[in-house]
């Protein structure tokens, strides 16, 4: 089992820019890894991800144009960078590793992944 670990979250202010990070112990090899959030009382929902061979990148329509997902290797990390927030992307934010390089059918469905983090909290509000 992998352990993520979230961080970055924190109180923004709207139009706001945060960027959240997602650690893990070992190097991130092969397999996908992708953000969700969830909203108090709504279900988790994609956000973005990440293929890890050939790095290609997949981002909901609701993030497009201010949301990028990058890596860094050598920090076996995953970082998620979001631009212009709105008090609607208030949420909970997690990450999810799964060791399969999913295709794009799959890659936002969170029974998909199958090791998560404990999520970092994210308000957005004035």
């Known amino acids: 089992q992998v352990q993520l670990a979230e961080s970055g979250g924190g109180w923004v202010q709207p139009g706001g820019s945060l960027r959240l990070s997602c650690s893990a112990p070992?190097?991130?090899?092969?397999?996908?890894l992708g953000w969700f959030r969830q909203a108090p009382g709504k279900e988790r929902q994609f956000v973005a991800a990440?293929?890890?061979?050939?790095?290609?990148?997949f981002y909901s329509d609701s993030v497009k144009g201010r949301a990028t997902i990058s890596r860094d290797s050598a920090r076996n990390t995953v970082y998620l960078q979001m631009t212009t927030l709105k008090r609607e992307v208030t949420a909970v934010y997690y990450c999810?590793?799964?060791?399969?390089?999913?295709?794009?059918?799959?890659?936002?469905?969170?029974?998909?992944?199958?090791?998560w983090g404990q999520g970092t909290q994210v308000p957005v509000s004035s």
């Open positions: 990440i293929r890890f061979s050939g790095s290609s990148k």
């Open positions: 070992e190097r991130f090899n092969s397999g996908t």
């Open positions: 999810a590793e799964s060791s399969l390089s999913l295709i794009m059918s799959s890659i936002a469905s969170t029974a998909t992944y199958k090791d």
